[in-house]
């Protein structure tokens, strides 16, 4: 077995392996990537005429015309043709009448023109075209082969179907020739989520879930109530067709298990990654569970945000502590033998924390203990020898469970027979 | 790439502006497999995968007539892929919380036989935790500088060297055996 001498080396390998490796693609990525940049010819198009507004990007854009042309679509430049005449919308348009998609801000002027008829296409309103982006890849010379980044709002537009879409203009791919199939935005969304799902041949016609009737139009705008598989079918003006949407979903219950002020918090079932909070506060980031000294009285929630397969869920708990300590104290110790005060005692029941120390008048430290159970005996602690009569002072510091520390003085009498 | 493979790509991306789809079904064939390999590379599991490649061909067909000719055109479709991976995970994930995850114990798999084929490396990087293999990817992988890296992410250069640091200890603990 070869041995790698540093970790560059071992990077080196993975970068040259890694670099070139394939591995064969899922068979239904095709369908959908076709649909979608068919159907999406007519937008490229539509931010194409916001472009039109300045008469040297005309020029620019003449490139680009002559694959525009092999669409059947031709463009002018508004300034060279008279009259304008618009037409605002397509009858495309008009089919997407249940359920419509998050229009974007501005929408666009989208105006189809037929091949033969030399009319004029677009004036569009210079402030309005946001989607200048698309410009700049447009512009020759500009871009860095290297640097391909696509800009985010032309990505975004891609994957959801617009309701502003034009129809396809496209000779060779008429509807009648797209196979009628179904698209959905994404086929495994999380619970709770919406996904976009569309057909192949953008034409309107009935959605059913599970068999059931839910929406007509060209887009189904579908929310993802319930974790699992739903049926999704679409009546076509020709067929039936139906897809699968796995709904996934994260659920666990938190698991409480208590010693004293240390809690411990887990969970049910296995996650990629949980974010613990006590009241809204984060407190830890780990998967397996937390352990979590809480020590007031009162009502407190611990929140988990877990998350699985990406997708996420809060889960919440909520734990009730009780503030159940008693301390009592007695202000006399008589250490003559008979079984009765003879040690200084606190009785202190349900506390986290303890410490008493007695001082005599001059303020000398007689004695001190963190536990109860050690007891002044009337004797200094360190030498054993006998304290006198007199008034001794204890101070007293202690936690009762589900409390605050608290700090108390108390004048002890001693008194010998 | 030779000079006549090179003119037939140029062909086919020229056929595919013009929206030929027989073109387009033939750049996607030839170039799928090394994409799909990018995003399993990046995303967590096969769905999230296809869904990457299947934004990225988007994408990718949509802004062909960006392409220049000048550079690699898979070069130039690599870093659509993954940008386009970058986006989903951002999408998804909502942020890239870089810092926070390590690695557990039960994750450790110490490989000290067999051989480290191509399979083993890509099961490799992908068990390392998501912040790491990001940078991970696009730095040993696909040759990002830690600049570019901080730019994609939108986090700072340190912290990029942070994760790659943490990410090569993560490696060299799995692969312990296999140091000298």
Not at chain 1, 171 to 190: G, R
Not at chain 1, 203 to 226: D, F, H, P, Q, R
């Amino acid at each position: 077995m070869k041995k790698f001498k540093d970790i560059s080396e071992l990077e080196n390998l993975l970068k040259s392996e890694l670099n070139q490796h394939s591995v064969p693609a899922p068979p239904d990525v095709w369908s959908a990537v076709s649909s979608s940049v068919t159907g999406n010819s007519g937008s490229i198009i539509t931010q194409f005429t916001s472009y039109f507004s300045s008469f040297s990007n005309v020029l620019k854009v003449v490139l680009f015309a002559g694959g525009i042309t092999a669409v059947g679509v031709t463009l002018y430049n508004s300034n060279t043709e008279k009259p304008t005449t618009k037409i605002p919308k397509t009858t495309q348009e008009d089919e997407t009448t249940a359920i419509q998609l998050d229009n974007e801000a501005n929408p666009l002027e989208v105006i189809s023109v037929p091949e033969q008829s030399q009319t004029n296409t677009s004036k569009s309103n210079p402030t309005n075209s946001s989607k200048s982006d698309l410009v700049t890849k447009t512009n020759p010379g500009n871009e860095q082969p290297g640097n391909a980044k696509v800009p985010n709002s032309t990505m975004g537009a891609n994957q959801e179907p617009k309701a502003n879409e034009t129809p396809t203009a496209a000779k060779s791919t008429s509807k009648a020739d797209i196979e009628l199939a179904l698209f959905a935005s994404n086929n495994n969304p999380c619970k709770g989520s919406t996904i976009t799902i569309t057909n192949t041949r953008k034409e309107a016609g009935t959605w059913m879930e599970n068999g059931k009737v839910i929406a007509k139009g060209s887009i189904l705008n579908y929310v993802c109530k319930s974790a699992g598989l739903v049926n999704i079918s679409f009546q076509g003006s020709e067929r039936l067709v139906n897809t699968q949407i796995r709904i996934l979903a994260t659920s666990s219950t938190i698991i409480e298990s208590r010693n004293g002020s240390e809690f411990t918090f887990s969970l049910s079932d296995k996650h990629q990654r949980a974010d613990w909070y006590l009241d809204n506060k984060k407190i830890a980031t780990n998967s397996n569970g937390i352990s979590q000294k809480i020590e007031l009285a009162g009502k407190r929630i611990i929140k988990a945000q877990i998350t699985t397969n990406s997708c996420n869920d809060v889960l919440t708990k909520e734990i009730d502590i009780k503030a159940n300590g008693s301390i009592e104290f007695y202000n006399i110790i008589t250490p003559n033998g008979d079984g009765k005060n003879d040690n200084y005692i606190v009785n202190i029941e349900h506390y986290d924390f303890f410490f008493i120390k007695i001082f005599d008048r001059d303020n000398n430290l007689i004695f001190e203990s963190q536990s109860p159970d050690l007891q002044w005996d009337g004797n200094v602690q360190s030498s054993g020898i006998a304290c006198p009569n007199g008034e001794y002072i204890a101070k007293l510091s202690y936690k009762l469970t589900g409390e605050e520390l608290k700090q108390k003085n108390i004048k002890i009498t001693l008194i010998r027979d | 790439m030779n000079s006549s493979d090179n003119k037939d790509e140029i062909s086919l991306i020229e056929a595919c502006i013009k929206g030929d789809n027989k073109a387009q079904r033939k750049l996607y064939e030839k170039h799928a497999p090394v994409m799909y390999a990018i995003c399993l590379r990046y995303m967590t599991n096969e769905d999230e995968a296809k869904d990457a490649l299947q934004d990225g061909f988007i994408k990718a067909f949509t802004h062909l007539h960006t392409f220049r000719f000048t550079g690699s055109f898979q070069g130039w479709l690599k870093r659509i892929f993954v940008n386009a991976s970058l986006e989903l995970i951002r999408k998804r994930r909502q942020h890239f919380d870089v810092d926070e995850i390590t690695p557990t114990e039960d994750q450790a798999d110490f490989i000290e036989t067999g051989t480290l084929d191509v399979d083993r490396m890509m099961s490799l990087v992908q068990k390392l935790p998501q912040g790491y293999r990001t940078v991970f990817n696009m730095y040993v992988v696909d040759g990002y500088s830690h600049k570019e890296i901080s730019e994609e992410l939108n986090i700072s250069e340190s912290t990029s060297k942070t994760q790659l640091f943490k990410a090569r200890k993560q490696m060299q603990t799995w692969l312990k055996g296999w140091f000298e």
